[in-house]
């Protein structure tokens, strides 16, 4: 009897763990009932839609034959403008897509869809220049797709064999005058930019000092005569100022205790010169009276090497960058730099025996180190957003402070202490994950240029109202595969200039709408003889 309890108790069992599955078998079963259920009433209101669509689009297309006809009873070679007629035409050589809706997909329905939208072509093809026009304005807000063009014109190799690292063209001379220096080793070279597309050497001036290697270079004038200056500095923390009309350096500033990194002119005042330094702070120079007027760095100054600055275009504020991944903001409106300004001109220290008093600003107005989580080695006002980059293949747009609204554009009086800045877009692009590659604008803000380690060269056209349509053209040659230290753009964007570290200097000339060679043919390259006799008195001694 033990034995026959035992067997029926395992059957009991079994027979519970039996039922108990059945349970959940058929608890699946009506839920799958249901998933099928509501496939096929997705199914079915697709099936609708398309139908809809369908019928939609059938209808315009015999509107669009009844309209034709009743003209004259024949489409006279006019087109007829569809969504699907709008979907084919083409502004600025991209194709539309965005102009209509997307339809659905249903399988069942793709041919007659496709049927459908080939006989609403067919009737729009009649003249597609007239169906592009009624696209366009057909468009709430037409849009700008910007995809600059431009053609390898020329370019040279210095005979130092040493990089390049600056290039600035001479933004003050009138127009059709596309003078331009290059900065390399110890070298600074003076070209013209020909009609004919070439390049000409000017002047060529070597320091010294063999050891010397120029980083950058700015264009300044004299305010009286307007003589062209050009404001030279490198790795010895001394600017050179080079005259052309004397031909010869005319003077040098010594007050950075270490590498200069870059140079900047006020776009207010010719002679308020701005350097930046490996010694963590910026200066103000006043080239005319030879006196450094305020130290930029401190208490809340650069941690680390400072690698870029820009004045604003109203010349009231100044933007730095460098190493420690910071942004900062120094204002030049606080009232006892504008007395330090003023005092440089009147201040006669061979009349006193006194130094000049310069001033120190030790506080910014603005520090940011979210934008950027590497070395931060170019930065440029635009507008006034910022345009910044770093080791991270992107150019970041962005803009101190909150953005209330799409129409908040207006620099902050005051910061505040407030450290938020709000991200606008970013222009992508690769291979260009090593430091000091400095990107450039034209003059007008239009244009874009940055170049990359392996020789190419992206170029974005900037003069869009939404940040998100500019799209960039890569400019390549077989022959330039170092990387490209700084890219320059003329005046009007009509010339562009890359500097790379086998010391070459390509030249790339825009293509304009209806003239698309602009009378510019590839020339030969040249290996230009720029040694100069340093054997001469001056520091600088031209060839």
């Not at 305010?223 to 005259?243: E, F, K, N, Q």
């Not at 010719?270 to 910026?282: F, I, M, Q």
């Not at 006043?286 to 870029?308: M, P, Q, Y």
């Not at 606080?334 to 220290?349: L, M, P, T, V």
Request: hydrophobic share 30%; aromatic share 8%; glycine share 6%.
């Amino acid at each position: 009897m033990p034995t026959i309890r035992n067997s029926v108790s395992v059957w009991m069992d079994e027979l519970k763990t039996y039922h108990t599955l059945l349970a959940m078998l058929n608890a699946i079963n009506r839920k799958m009932s249901k998933v099928i259920d509501l496939n096929e009433t997705i199914d079915l209101t697709i099936d609708d839609m398309s139908d809809k669509i369908d019928d939609s689009i059938d209808k315009d297309v015999s509107d669009g034959e009844d309209d034709n006809k009743g003209s004259n009873g024949s489409n006279n070679g006019k087109g007829v403008t569809t969504r699907n007629s709008m979907r084919k035409s083409v502004t600025n050589g991209v194709t539309d897509d965005h102009i209509c809706d997307k339809l659905p997909a249903n399988k069942p329905k793709a041919k007659k869809r496709k049927r459908n939208a080939t006989n609403a072509a067919q009737q729009a093809n009649g003249d597609s220049s007239s169906s592009t026009t009624k696209a366009k304005s057909d468009r709430s807000g037409p849009k700008k797709y910007c995809k600059p063009q431009y053609k390898f014109s020329y370019w040279l190799r210095e005979d130092h064999r040493s990089p390049i690292f600056g290039v600035q063209f001479n933004q003050h001379l009138p127009d059709g005058h596309n003078y331009f220096a290059t900065v390399g080793n110890n070298r600074v070279s003076i070209y013209e930019c020909m009609n004919d597309g070439t390049i000409r050497l000017v002047q060529c001036y070597a320091d010294t000092d063999a050891d010397e290697s120029f980083y950058t270079c700015a264009w300044s004038y004299d305010d009286v005569t307007g003589v062209p200056l050009l404001a030279a500095a490198g790795s010895r923390g001394i600017i050179r100022i080079i005259s052309n009309t004397a031909q010869q350096c005319i003077k040098h500033y010594i007050g950075h205790g270490n590498a200069i990194n870059d140079l900047k002119v006020s776009p207010l005042d010719p002679n308020l010169l701005l350097s930046v330094s490996k010694d963590h702070t910026l200066r103000l120079w006043n080239i005319k009276t030879d006196h450094c007027v305020a130290i930029f760095g401190g208490v809340e100054g650069h941690r680390d090497e400072v690698l870029s600055a820009d004045f604003h275009l109203r010349g009231h504020r100044i933007i730095s960058c460098g190493m420690d991944h910071s942004l900062k903001i120094w204002s030049l409106e606080k009232e006892d730099i504008q007395k330090a300004i003023k005092e440089s001109y009147k201040f006669n220290g061979s009349k006193t025996n006194i130094p000049f008093n310069t001033m120190r600003d030790h506080f910014p107005l603005f520090t940011t180190r979210d934008i950027h989580r590497n070395y931060v080695d170019c930065v440029r006002w635009f507008g006034n957003f910022v345009l910044s980059k770093s080791c991270e293949n992107a150019i970041v747009c962005w803009k101190p402070g909150k953005l209330e609204d799409e129409n908040d554009i207006q620099m902050p009086k005051s910061y505040s202490g407030d450290s938020s800045s709000t991200l606008v877009h970013k222009f992508e692009y690769k291979e260009c994950d090593i430091w000091f590659m400095r990107f450039s604008m034209d003059s007008q803000q239009k244009i874009l240029a940055l170049g990359n380690q392996s020789g190419k060269v992206n170029v974005w056209d900037v003069d869009v109202d939404d940040p998100q349509i500019p799209r960039s053209t890569l400019l390549t040659h077989p022959k330039c595969t170092t990387a490209v230290r700084q890219t320059c753009l003329n005046a009007d964007g009509s010339i562009l200039l890359c500097v790379c570290d086998d010391s070459t200097v390509w030249r790339w000339d825009r293509e304009l709408p209806g003239n698309a060679a602009a009378g510019v043919t590839a020339a030969p390259s040249v290996s230009l003889n720029t040694t100069a006799n340093t054997n001469a008195g001056d520091p600088l001694d031209p060839v």
